[in-house]
T-cell receptor
Framework: GAVVSQHPSWVICKSGTSVKIECRSL??????MFWYRQFPKKSLMLMAT?????????EQGVEKDKFLINHASLTLSTLTVTSAHPEDSSFYIC???????????????FGPGTRLTVL | GQQLNQSPQSMFIQEGEDVSMNCTSS?????WLWYKQEPGEGPVLLIA?????ELTSNGRLTAQFGITRKDSFLNISASIPSDVGIYFC???????????FGKGTKLTVNP
């Protein structure tokens, strides 16, 4: 299957600093990537859809100025948590969409996640 | 919006037992995806289903796309300790590339 990597796998930062998380598709090109946030013992919550070469589409309630997304190439999307605060501590997971068939049958492959802890 | 109802919420079984979990929706889905997530990791795709009635296996795992397009099940045969994790069903929201997820089934396998 398709491989998606994330970097870093974990990060600890001080309150007020910014943190960048990278998501890469290693063996395929992804025109669309997604960023999720997951709280303990909960399902994944979609934050935004990242499209290569265009602005990200954010879900309702997600602050676009807080969570900056850049999809600069077909294999890389980045999420920057700006001026991080303790409440931003969470598990952030990206995924990449793979279109398998003409006509729309597709799936998503997930990265291993990034654990962010803001002190 | 569309919702996926996944059950059971959790399962505690003995090694060697078979496991069955399912997902239902009030809306039609054209794709059903089953993922497994282990602690501290991202979800890993287990099986993807694209046609109503489709039955697909991946080792000891078997999943089916319901004929009505409103349900899917995942079976695990002869469970082993490494099957432990949370299993999620997911599918694209109608006409969208976004996925909607079930709330997960937490599987515990006792050796």
């Amino acid at each position: 299957g398709a491989v998606v990597s994330q970097h870093p796998s974990w990060v600890i930062c001080k309150s007020g600093t910014s943190v960048k998380i990278e998501c890469r598709s290693l063996d395929f090109q992804a025109t669309t990537m997604f960023w999720y946030r997951q709280f303990p013992k909960k399902s994944l919550m979609l934050m935004a859809t990242s499209n290569e070469g265009s602005k990200a589409t954010y879900e309702q309630g997600v602050e676009k100025d807080k969570f900056l997304i850049n999809h600069a190439s077909l294999t890389l999307s980045t999420l920057t948590v700006t001026s991080a605060h303790p409440e931003d501590s969470s598990f952030y997971i990206c995924s990449a969409r793979v279109l398998l068939l003409a006509g729309g049958a597709d799936t998503q492959y997930f990265g291993p996640g990034t654990r962010l802890t803001v002190l | 919006g569309q919702q996926l109802n996944q059950s059971p919420q959790s399962m505690f079984i003995q090694e060697g037992e078979d496991v069955s979990m399912n997902c239902t929706s009030s809306s039609i889905f054209n794709t059903w995806l089953w993922y497994k997530q282990e602690p501290g990791e991202g979800p890993v795709l287990l099986i993807a289903l694209y046609k109503a009635g489709e039955l697909t296996s991946n080792g000891r795992l078997t999943a089916q796309f319901g004929i009505t397009r409103k349900d899917s099940f995942l079976n695990i045969s002869a469970s082993i300790p490494s099957d432990v994790g949370i299993y999620f069903c997911a599918g694209p929201q109608g006409g969208s590339e976004k996925l909607v997820f079930g709330k997960g089934t937490k599987l515990t396998v006792n050796p």
